[in-house]
């Protein structure tokens, strides 16, 4: 009886130190072989470093600037102005939250994304919402406008659009993406020409800018928004 206790007794302790020592060695196999952390929103760049890039709502801030106009003399309203600037980085957030609003593959985020980087080598475009007590001087894409457009920056530089169109999806797509819109207000797409002199092939942005403005002026106002063109902090 002590003889079959004993066996019982050494059996139990064999398992134990093999339990243990498979436990250990798991662990510290893991710890050897574990991946390094990677932020959820990170790119990978030609360096094959990890670059930390802002979440689509502080991408969406970043890139987006408001104004609201008055007339003091006649206390009135001339407008309410939400500009977004289309750049590199915002892009890319701004294709990553489509592709997991509708489910896009690798392959197929890719094609997107590199379409709209074409656009942005071609055009400095502005996604705008515009709110005019009176609808009938909301119509920045009209030749009849009582409104002028133009993209200024810190070289004295001014160039007009070279399209305005409205924004062709629908309120509840665009709601999505730009949430300062409003059911009173009437969205636009501005793309203005990316050379301030396409013969000289001077470009209206390069390391030198330091800033862009987007001035909406006319007999009822006016409105001036200011992008300072820093890099992104996170």
């Not at 050897?32 to 969406?60: E, F, T």
């Not at 206390?75 to 939400?82: E, N, P, Q």
Request: glycine letters at 2%; aromatic letters at 18%; charged letters at 25%.
């Amino acid at each position: 009886m002590m003889k079959k206790r004993f066996y019982i007794t050494l059996l139990f302790l064999f398992i134990v130190s093999f339990v243990s020592f498979s436990l250990s060695g798991c662990s510290l196999l893991l710890k050897k072989n574990r991946k390094p952390v990677v932020y959820k929103n990170n790119v990978l760049s030609k360096n094959n470093i990890y670059k930390p890039v802002l979440n689509y709502k502080s991408a969406l801030n970043y890139v987006t600037k408001k104004i609201n106009v008055y007339n003091y003399n006649k206390l009135s309203t001339v407008m309410f102005l939400r500009a977004t600037y289309f750049n590199n980085a915002f892009i890319y957030a701004y294709t990553k939250k489509y592709s997991k609003y509708y489910l896009l593959n690798n392959k197929t985020f890719k094609i997107k994304l590199n379409k709209l980087y074409r656009t942005s080598n071609k055009y400095v475009k502005f996604f705008i919402s515009v709110y005019t007590p009176n609808i009938k001087y909301n119509n920045f894409d009209s030749n009849r406008s009582i409104w002028m457009i133009y993209l200024s920056n810190n070289k004295k530089e001014n160039v007009l659009p070279l399209k305005i169109k409205p924004a062709e999806q629908k309120r509840a797509f665009l709601k999505a993406f730009f949430p300062y819109i409003t059911k009173w207000s009437k969205q636009y797409i501005i793309e203005f020409p990316r050379y301030y002199d396409k013969k000289k092939k001077e470009l209206m942005i390069t390391r030198k800018t330091k800033w862009l403005k987007l001035t909406i002026t006319g007999v009822k106002g006016r409105a001036i928004l200011k992008w300072n063109l820093t890099p992104i902090k996170n």
